[in-house]
Nanobody
Framework: QVQVVESGGGLVQAGDSLRLSCAAS????????MGWFRQAPGKERDFVAA????????AYEDSVKGRFTISRDNAKNTVSLQMNSLKPEDTAVYYC??????WGVGVYEYNYWGQGTQVTVSS
């Protein structure tokens, strides 16, 4: 079992950068696909980015491609989301999640979730 805890959210202005971090427990962190998801008020939780266990494969939602970068450090059991050129539409609660088994980016494929961290981008 894996427990994940997000940090790094906050209030920023459009065009600013923010880095989210996720710390995970467990001795087999590299066996898990890690993902970031977000949920805006009144909307469903959506995929943002994912990274494979070894860090060699990544995927991004179209609207964040070229602006967000996901990375992981298996020695430290952490995964990060570097967010650049933030836009007001990026405002949401961001969740870190872990997935056992093969690659996947669907919300319902992820087994373990953090509590979320709020990101607010003002215009």
């Amino acid at each position: 079992q894996v427990q994940v805890v997000e940090s790094g959210g906050g209030l920023v202005q459009a065009g600013d950068s923010l880095r989210l971090s996720c710390a995970a427990s467990g001795r087999t962190f590299s066996n898990y696909v890690m993902g970031w998801f977000r949920q805006a008020p009144g909307k469903e939780r959506d995929f943002v980015a994912a990274i494979s266990g070894g860090g060699t494969t990544t995927a991004y939602e179209d609207s964040v491609k070229g602006r967000f970068t996901i990375s992981r450090d298996n020695a430290k059991n952490t995964v990060s989301l570097q967010m650049n050129s933030l836009k007001p539409e990026d405002t949401a609660v961001y969740y870190c999640a872990a997935k056992r088994g093969p690659w996947g980016v669907g919300v319902y494929e992820y087994n373990y979730w953090g509590q979320g961290t709020q990101v607010t981008v003002s215009s």
